[in-house]
């Protein structure tokens, strides 16, 4: 068997009505390519006849690979799953209800070959969505840069090629809370984007709803970065400082001053302010260590590495 050039991952949840065109059409442009394909198919756990429609397919069509979920674990868990099988020099992710048209991955190819290790579909608009989406995704990209510090892209899609060499680099990534533009803006590595006219939907409908996606915006958030805690531990010194000072003052006055506040006034005033400011100062301590923990938790590699010489030259030599 020659080796697979180019694994196309496409994650399908409920898409019975449309998988069928989104196979044939894909295939259509590959067949074009000329080059050993294959077609993975990650099914999330789809309750509608998605995954007997797919196995009719199969019968009569070659180089698809279906892979099924034992339920639902969402989008992004499907798109890792893919990341796993994928064989191809080049691997696709993309959207199987048509709304990343085949018809980019040669251009994708294209520029990718030019030097690139990713390349992804930048939306050219977000016409085909609601206001509403569109408002709050830009609100999302936008916290979520200044929370985490990575430059997300806010065109970019789930729509994008990669090589290998970046595969083999997600695979290290075992985090459970995931969002792939996070993770391919902390990965790095040699990226650009080619415009493309995202499409409506072909058939069915979203499966994303407000939930979802509020959740995923937070999930993504958290464990990308620890500068919530960050800010709320130095929020906490803040308060702590402020209320040991006031605390202090109402100890001088009852001690030194005439005018005096009611009887057993002050002695309140220093027993509560003084315990909150101490535990102001543990909350501070504590988001501190917190934080660490995330970090650490997550178990990354410390670094990716592009290029090393040594290993090129080896490979010229003896290859
Ligand atoms: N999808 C999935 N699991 C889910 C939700 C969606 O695998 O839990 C798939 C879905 O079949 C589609 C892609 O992920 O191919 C994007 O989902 P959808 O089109 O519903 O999202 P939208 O394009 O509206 O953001
Ligand atoms: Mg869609």
Known sequence: ????????????????????????????????????????????????????????????????????????????????????????????????????????????????????????????????????????AKLFYAIARQMTGFSVPDNATNFRIMSQQVVRSFRELKENNRHMLMLFAYIGFKTTSIPVQIQERAAGKTKYNYRKLINLAIDSIVSFSHRPLRYMSILSVLVSVVLAFYAGFVLLQKLFSHQQLAEGMASIICITSGLFAILFLFLAVISEYIGRILIESKNRPLYYIREDSYHNQHKNNYD
């Open 1 to 136: 068997m020659s080796k697979t050039f180019l694994s196309i991952i496409a994650p399908t949840y409920n898409e019975a009505e449309g998988i069928t065109a989104f196979l044939e059409q894909t295939q259509q442009v590959l067949e074009t390519l000329n080059k050993p394909y294959e077609i993975l198919v990650i099914d999330d756990g789809s309750t509608d006849m998605t995954v007997n429609t797919i196995k009719s397919y199969m019968k009569s069509h070659e180089n698809i690979r279906l892979i099924v979920f034992s339920r639902n674990y969402g989008h992004e868990i499907a798109l890792t799953a893919g990341l796993e099988y994928a064989q191809g020099e080049y691997v696709v992710q993309m959207d199987s209800d048509l709304q990343h048209p085949p018809e980019y991955i040669p251009e994708l190819l294209n520029k990718i070959q030019q030097g690139y290790d990713v390349v992804y579909a930048a939306r050219e608009s977000r016409a085909e969505e609601s206001w509403l989406k569109r408002t709050t």
